[in-house]
């Protein structure tokens, strides 16, 4: 199952990379918010895919699964999220005051 999951991280990271190089601000965000989805997958499966039990002070079992990478992962999940809402909000503020879209232009390199 780990073998499976590396895989997809590999190529969401190869979508992310594609749509982190093109001008388009929004593919820009929405590059990174692909790019931060595959190292939370990551981090899950580095933590390790374990079944066991909740670990608490009263039970008795076998295994018990650590949930510190799942308190990790729900936490940065939450700071992508208002990252990437935060960058839309700029994108969308850009495109208000300008109308346009293409960094290039943005940046002075180009003319229209």
Do not use: C, W
């Not at 199952?1 to 590396?6: A, C, D, G, Q």
């Not at 949930?67 to 909000?89: H, N, R, Y």
């Amino acid at each position: 199952m780990e073998t499976l999951i590396t895989i997809l991280v590999g190529l969401l990271v190869t979508v992310a990379v594609y749509l982190l190089l093109s001008r388009s601000l929004i593919r820009i965000i929405l590059g990174t918010a692909i790019l931060s989805h595959a190292v939370h997958l990551l981090l899950i499966t580095m933590g390790g895919l374990k079944k066991g039990a909740v670990p608490l002070l009263g039970e008795n079992a076998e295994s018990y699964s650590d949930a510190l990478p799942q308190a990790l992962i729900l936490t940065a999940i939450v700071i992508s999220f208002a990252v990437t809402a935060f960058l839309l909000v700029l994108a969308y503020r850009t495109y208000k005051e300008t109308g346009l879209d293409d960094l290039d232009v943005l940046r002075g390199f180009k003319n229209e």
